[in-house]
Structures are given as structure tokens and as C-alpha cells.
């Protein structure tokens, strides 16, 4: 089955997986639709396929950058709209887990503002549904599990003691594998949004 993920809760990524082989591509500064869709052009020519011969579409759906999420999400919907596909979605911590090996991670993604989006898993089971807090409690969170290994982001590398960072071609891999036959349609493609945008907190939100 042919396959194109998208990553644009951080930055943009796209894994392309056609006629057996994987095309990949990232662009960890800007998360629009000037670098999303010559990307996903980019690997279409690299595989000499046309975007039609993609058999679902998959993306991640946040927590991240709001605008990055929307642009990324309208793309995928539209996409599976136009082309009568079906879509898969990948929540953004449990994609970012993934540059761990399995066991007991807990997931921290940048939220900015020295705030973090957090949740916690064993294997592919979800502990703790992700959640907002500030760094410091994230690290306090750290400490009351110290069985856990840790996952970060790329912007919050070096933030916390033993963390991997990154999310990159092999997370994409194992996110479409494990993710894909949870097909769904793309009206229910919806972002995951656990912080207020800025202009909606108020005092007292993180």
C-alpha cells in the first residue's frame, strides 16, 4: 500500500512510501504551505509517481504549532477529499516517542514560553493522555518516574537529563506501520489542541 505522512506539528516532514521503496524530506524551519507542498511535490518526482497513486494519506495531528497544524491538516483533507482516500492520524508525543525504543517513555514536546506538552506511555499504551506544564514540572513529572526513559522534541534538546531528541525518517516509519490500519475519514481528521492559542489564555492559563 502506498503511503504519504506528514509532519508539521514542529517544522515540516514528509515520508513517502511508494512501489516499495521510502522518499523522505524535512525542512525544520518553517512549517507553511511555501515548504509542505514542494515537498511533497519534491517526493512525488523523486519516486516518479503522482499523487494519485497514493493509496492513504497520514498525518500527525499535534499537539504542535497551530498554524503549522492547520496548514498541514487542511492539506491531508483535502488531499483525501479530492482523490477519495482514506487518512491515518499519529498524535504528535506518541510520534515523538518513537525515537525511543520502546518500554516505558515519557514524551515531551515544546510548547514555548517555557511551557511543554507531556504525556507519558508503556509500549503502545498511552499512560497518560498528553497535557500541558511548565518545564519545571515537567521535570518534577520526570522524577516521579524515573523508570521511564525520556523523548524530546528537537527544540527542547539538552533540556532534560538523558532525553533523545528528534523526530526523523524512522519515526515516520514507525508511526505509518503501527498507525496505518487504524483508517479513518478525513472529516475526522481533527487536530489535537491541548494549549489555548495566544490571543484565547487568559490568567492562570499556561
Excluded: W
Excluded at 509542505?36 to 498525518?59: C, E, Q, Y
Excluded at 521535570?139 to 539538552?158: M, P
Amino acid at each position: 500500500m502506498n503511503y504519504l505522512m506528514i509532519d508539521t506539528a514542529e517544522g515540516t516532514r514528509a515520508l513517502l512510501f511508494y512501489d516499495d521503496k521510502y522518499y523522505y524530506a524535512e525542512n525544520l524551519i518553517n512549517a507553511g504551505s511555501e515548504t509542505l507542498m514542494p515537498i511533497i511535490d519534491g517526493l512525488l518526482a523523486k519516486a516518479n509517481a503522482s499523487i494519485k497513486d497514493v493509496d492513504i494519506f497520514g498525518a500527525c495531528i499535534g499537539p504542535g504549532s497551530f498554524t503549522g497544524l492547520r496548514i498541514g491538516l487542511t492539506a491531508i483533507k483535502t488531499f483525501c477529499y479530492s482523490l477519495d482516500k482514506p487518512c491515518f492520524a499519529v498524535n504528535n508525543l506518541r510520534l515523538n516517542s518513537y525515537n525511543n525504543n520502546g518500554g516505558k517513555v515519557i514524551s515531551i514536546a515544546d510548547a514555548g514560553n517555557k511551557v511543554c506538552y507531556v504525556a507519558r506511555f508503556d509500549g503502545d499504551t498511552e499512560l497518560d493522555a498528553a497535557t500541558c506544564m511548565t518545564l519545571d514540572d515537567a521535570r518534577n513529572f520526570l522524577e516521579k518516574h524515573k523508570d521511564c526513559a525520556v523523548s524530546t522534541d528537537c527544540k527542547l534538546k539538552g533540556k532534560f537529563e538523558g532525553g533523545v531528541s528528534g523526530v526523523g525518517e524512522r519515526e515516520l516509519k514507525i508511526a505509518a506501520e503501527k498507525h496505518i490500519k487504524n483508517v479513518i475519514s478525513y472529516k475526522e481528521l481533527l487536530p489535537l489542541y491541548i494549549r489555548k492559542a495566544q490571543p484565547e489564555r487568559g490568567a492562570g492559563d499556561l
